[in-house]
């Protein structure tokens, strides 16, 4: 699925695969951040739009999983 829309923050136009997972989702936990892959699924959000209803735990996320 590909999706498109406007940032809220910064300026521009943002378009992109779109993953949803369904869970409340903990960057620190649950993200492998070097290789940008949820662990629980083995899904890369990499260079993608991830959508999420929540997060849980730490809202921390490990400065790899924006590179």
Do not use: H, Q, W
């Not at 498109?4 to 300026?11: A, D, L, N, V, Y």
């Not at 136009?13 to 662990?39: A, H, M, Q, T, W």
């Not at 739009?49 to 929540?54: D, V």
């Amino acid at each position: 699925m590909k999706f498109k829309g406007e940032t809220i923050f910064g300026s521009g136009i943002i378009s992109g695969e779109l993953v949803v997972y369904r869970e409340p989702l903990s960057f620190l936990g649950d993200v492998d951040g070097k290789n940008g892959i949820i662990r629980t699924i083995n899904v890369s959000i990499a260079s993608k739009i991830l959508a999420i209803p929540s997060s849980r735990g730490s809202t921390v996320v490990p400065t790899s999983c924006t590179n």
